[in-house]
């Protein structure tokens, strides 16, 4: 069954402080997302990526990086956590640009 | 830009109550439209897809038809349950033929069914 695990699942950061959220894919698909979800605001699109070694900015970039190192991991980065970036934060992936995303369960970032 | 509105933050029925989440959405060309559910403590999880006017897009019991006049995508379900209390998410993409589409969600509404 097709499978996207996010690590950790939860985290308390300090503010300045880095911070990086693991995302791991069993589904062999080309495309990956990072996503945040607020309260009011839905899921917001932060960066995506369709294949290894390459990323891209979504609608929501400033603050955070993000890597793929391969088919199968995708990470995000914030160098200098932030007050305002707490907020659970979702990774998913998916086989098309048009086909439907397969999400993980979340990570919950606090930051302190 | 792209964007989805649901006009219900929250929504409260009682079982076998008849469920509607309003829609509508602002898009250049001719996006799909989705609808995802998010249950507590997981992720989102497909429901279903729609991508041209007047298709009906369905899944266990919720069903929502494409309308380009009205630039709407309503989900309805004619007998809810308490298993579907939730989060539930309209959202919308490109067209198949676009080199890259993303997902637009709205703000999401919660429904709450009580015995």
């Known amino acids: 069954e097709a499978a996207v695990t996010q690590s950790p699942r939860s985290k308390v950061a300090v503010t300045g402080g880095k911070v990086t959220l693991s995302c791991h894919q069993t589904n062999n698909h080309d495309y990956m997302y990072w996503y945040r979800q607020d309260t009011g605001h839905g899921l917001r699109l932060i960066h995506y990526s369709y294949v290894a070694d390459s990323t891209e900015k979504g609608d929501i970039p400033d603050g955070y990086k993000a890597s793929r190192p391969s088919q199968e991991n995708f990470s995000l980065i914030l160098e200098l956590a932030s007050l305002s970036q707490t907020a659970v934060y979702f990774c998913a992936s998916g086989d098309s640009n048009y086909a439907e995303q397969f999400f993980g369960p979340g990570t919950r970032l606090t930051v302190l | 830009g792209d964007s989805v509105t649901q006009t219900e933050g929250q929504v409260a029925l009682s079982e076998e109550d008849f469920l509607t989440i309003h829609c509508n959405y602002s898009?250049?060309?001719?996006?799909?439209l989705f609808w995802y559910v998010q249950y507590p403590g997981e992720g989102p999880q497909f429901l279903f897809r729609?991508?041209?006017?007047?298709e009906k897009g369905s899944s266990r019991g919720f069903e929502a038809t494409y309308n380009k006049e009205t630039t709407s995508f309503h989900l309805q379900k004619a007998s809810v349950q308490e298993s579907d209390s939730a989060v539930y998410y309209c959202?919308?993409?490109?067209?198949?033929?676009?080199?890259?589409?993303?997902?637009?969600f709205g703000q999401g509404t919660s429904l709450s069914v009580v015995p």
């Open positions: 729609a991508s041209r006017d007047k």
């Open positions: 959202a919308l993409g490109g067209p198949a033929s676009s080199s890259f589409s993303k997902l637009v």
């Open positions: 898009a250049s060309g001719y996006p799909a």
